[in-house]
């Protein structure tokens, strides 16, 4: 009989830890610091980079595991959100990393749930009223991320999603991205680039914005495994990103790029009581 548990644990560092006992493969998660999923070890291996002694500083941003982006990716000009109801600050990727989630058990699924709403606290950030709710499925071979976010307001409300996993790898210099457009968008630079030529300096440091019209796979000539990224419109965009000398690639499926609330490119729109779902999937193989 298959047993799937989610335990509470202290080492190495506070965080709730499923297992799935038919396939091995386990999630660590820590919903006080962002609903992040901190570890993923998937066909035995783990996949995910997550640097622990950041983590313990609570003044620094995390490096590491699945960061939630919400309800902005990027950045803002002077991280201001204009709205009609007024100018809000609202800061790098959102406040989504940053809050506390309710995790919980899926039904009928091997996985965790986390689920956020809005408060006093977000509002004063981001002045609607809703509820993100996100589901993390073990597959064979993989991960599916689904989610759901619903207007509960009685405006148009205005977001975008993202998730920012970081993977582990050998070295920088051995990796390479297979299924990217001829074309991106370097952000360093802010200048339309040939791709190849961000390939060229992962480990100088890259971050740029891909629109792919397949899969995207990371290959690593050392480690061996390769990991596959499985977009779904609306949050097919990419953004990749190195930090050197740190041994980990952000392979990031977006909604909409930076400054997309403000621009209005590829901006996503909500109706009161409307709900929407998104979803991506990880394959390791």
């Known amino acids: 009989m298959r047993v799937n548990k989610l335990l509470q644990k202290d080492s190495p560092y506070p965080h709730w ?22 570890e993923w070890r998937c066909n035995g291996r783990e996949v995910l980079y997550f640097d622990e002694e950041r983590f313990r500083d609570n003044h620094k941003s995390i490096r590491g595991g699945i960061p939630i982006l ?21 800061k790098q990727h959102g406040f989504a990393r940053d809050i506390k989630w309710e995790l919980g058990l899926i039904d009928e699924k091997e996985g965790v749930s986390l689920t956020c709403l809005d408060s006093e606290q977000t509002r004063s950030m981001y002045p609607f009223s809703f509820s993100l709710g996100i589901e993390v499925v073990l597959v064979s071979g993989g991960m599916q991320i689904l989610i759901k976010i619903e207007n509960r307001d009685k405006v148009q409300m205005p977001y975008s999603f993202g998730l920012h996993p970081y993977f582990l790898v050998s070295k920088l210099q051995n990796i390479s991205i297979q299924g990217l457009p001829e074309d991106c968008f370097n952000f360093l630079e802010m200048s339309n680039e040939k791709t190849y030529l961000q390939q060229e300096r992962f480990s100088s440091g890259v971050d740029f914005l891909t629109s792919p019209n397949s899969t995207i796979t990371l290959l690593d000539k ?14 097919d965009l990419t953004v990749v990103w190195t930090d050197p000398p740190r041994s980990m690639i952000c392979i990031e499926p977006w909604t909409t790029p930076r400054n997309g609330l403000i621009s209005g490119d590829r901006k996503l729109l909500l109706e009161p009581g409307e709900i929407k779902h998104l979803k991506c999937k990880y394959r390791v193989f």
Do not use: A
């Not at 050392?222 to 949050?235: D, K, S, T, V, Y």
């Open 17 to 38: 830890e499923y297992l799935c006992t038919e396939s091995n493969d386990r999630l660590r998660i820590i919903p006080e610091r962002g609903g992040l999923i901190s």
């Open 70 to 90: 919400f309800p902005i990716c990027g950045s803002l000009p002077n991280n201001v959100l204009p709205l009609p109801q007024g100018n809000f600050i609202l």
């Open 222 to 235: 050392l480690i061996g495994p390769r990991i596959e990224l499985i977009h779904e419109e609306p949050m």
